[in-house]
């Protein structure tokens, strides 16, 4: 490897890395704002919060490493052409292509080793992800005891206090609602002061009341018939109140259950998805077939379940002058039956049909999003890499500009074509595609273009060009002799 080469994988290593992990962070900081409202308040673990960033970060790679491979790509040869170093390597005999060769290496190791997480690593991902935020999402909220406000998070209890200590454990006017009795009669508690303290494995909570009253109140005797209401009052100086918080905690829900989702699956467990869905549908159109042909016969069959609008038949006159005369209404009646019977089981059957179409083809599409992150990542390096030689710029400033700029244009197309896709107005491949389809041309009219040395983006060229027109129009035209 010439010295040159090892020169240009150091200078786009280096950006590349840094501007992955910012990406990265920024991605998570995005993540954090989304679910926050179910992350605050529930008493998580500081390890149950990294570990869901950590499985919430490998589905931002689709979107990090493409962003990063294009800034990086544009910071190298920007920086290579601001300091004429890109000059010193053509003035050596070394052509832009030639020099691009040690990175297009490495940008095709980058994306093969992207096909590689897309297909083993990130389907794995997905799903501790999405059974760890499932149960996230579902954990009540930790138990909290409210001054002057009726806490009902226990199932069973409404606990009411009138002043908590700073210490959060001294209590004063507890009240105690008590809705476990089988009567349905609520049995009140009311104490002057207490505390309030966990058992140490965080399964009970303990309330220790003090100088209280107890309520309990009865309809009447258990043997006969008695409408008097009887009341209970218990005095007490000390005693104690112990609640169950196993709802509490947060419960881990089955993977299994999600295993199915297409975003967990790879490339053999999307085929054989696929392969079910279509002998699914094959068997509903084949039961479509046969049961609205038998009654349209050949003049209106219908292939599926469509929302295609068939012709009614007309009966003639002369089919029912046929019919005996007392049996022509019950005729009629058993052909309406027959009919109403048919469409019921049609117009039932059309949303069944259609979502199985449209899991068809999101199938298709995560299918394809396997290979698209690896060929975008070289489709993006093909922009960035011209383009920085192209604007001999640097740093943050104008690369990070340009590279926002095409990336906006590379998730815009991309998620428009996706929707499209998925609501069936186009192929789901040419959608996942159409990104890459739109920019390819683009990549290499710039490679061309900085190939050539041209002034694509040069000002002062334009303005030059504009100078000239001017001049052109302003001169006056010199009559023949």
Not at 21 to 28: C, G, T
Not at 111 to 135: Q, R, V
């Amino acid at each position: 490897m010439k010295k040159i080469h090892i020169l240009l994988l150091k200078a786009f290593i280096r950006p590349f890395i840094v501007t992955f992990f910012i990406v990265m962070f920024i991605l998570l900081m995005f993540f954090l704002f989304k679910y926050v409202d179910d992350l605050i308040g529930k008493g998580f673990e500081w390890y149950t919060i990294v570990e869901l960033m950590f499985y919430a970060s490998a589905a931002n790679v689709s979107m990090a490493l493409p962003l990063a491979i294009l800034l990086s790509s544009i910071m190298t040869f920007g920086t290579l052409g601001e300091n004429y170093e890109l000059v010193a390597i053509k003035s050596a005999g070394i052509s832009l292509q030639k020099a691009m060769r040690p990175l297009l290496v490495l940008i095709i190791g980058i994306a093969f080793s992207s096909f590689l997480f897309s297909e083993y690593m990130l389907p794995k991902a997905n799903l501790k992800f999405g059974s760890l935020l499932w149960d996230v999402r579902n954990k009540k909220l930790s138990f909290l005891i409210k001054e002057g406000v009726f806490n009902n998070s226990i199932p069973g209890y409404s606990i009411r206090v009138d002043e908590k200590g700073k210490d959060g454990t001294n209590l004063k006017g507890i009240m105690i609602y008590d809705h476990t009795g089988n009567n349905g009669v609520a049995k009140i508690i009311v104490a002057k002061d207490g505390t309030m303290n966990t058992t140490k494995d965080k399964q009970y909570l303990i309330l220790k009341l003090n100088n209280g009253v107890r309520y309990e109140e009865s309809s009447g005797q258990n043997s006969g018939y008695d409408p008097r209401q009887h009341l209970t009052r218990m005095r007490f100086v000390q005693t104690e109140q112990k609640f169950d918080l196993s709802s509490f905690k947060m419960n881990r829900t089955d993977e299994n259950s999600f295993r199915s989702n297409n975003q967990m699956l790879n490339l053999e467990g999307l085929n054989h998805k696929r392969d079910s869905l279509t002998k699914e549908l094959d068997s509903v159109n084949r039961y479509a077939r046969s049961t609205v042909s038998s009654y349209y016969k050949q003049n209106n069959y219908t292939k599926g379940y469509t929302k295609r609008k068939v012709t009614p038949v007309k009966i003639d006159a002369a089919i029912l002058n046929n019919i005996p005369e007392d049996k022509r209404a019950n005729t009629v009646q058993a052909a309406l039956d027959q009919a109403n019977s048919i469409k019921q089981t049609v117009e039932g059957r059309i949303p069944d049909h259609e979502d199985r179409v449209t899991n068809l083809i999101r199938i298709r599409i995560e299918y394809q999003r396997k290979f698209t992150l690896a060929f975008s990542c070289l489709m993006l390096f093909f922009i960035g890499a011209p383009l920085g030689a192209i604007i001999r710029k640097g740093g943050l400033g104008l690369p990070v500009v340009m590279a926002i700029v095409f990336f906006l244009f590379y998730h815009i197309i991309s998620t428009v074509a996706e929707k499209s896709a998925n609501q069936g107005n186009i192929h789901p491949v040419v959608g996942i595609w159409m990104a890459i389809i739109v920019l390819s041309p683009v990549g290499a009219f710039l490679t061309y273009k900085a190939t050539v040395d041209s002034a694509l983006f040069d000002i002062t060229y334009y303005k030059s060009l504009i100078t000239n027109l001017f001049k052109k129009k302003k001169e006056p035209k010199i009559k023949d002799l």
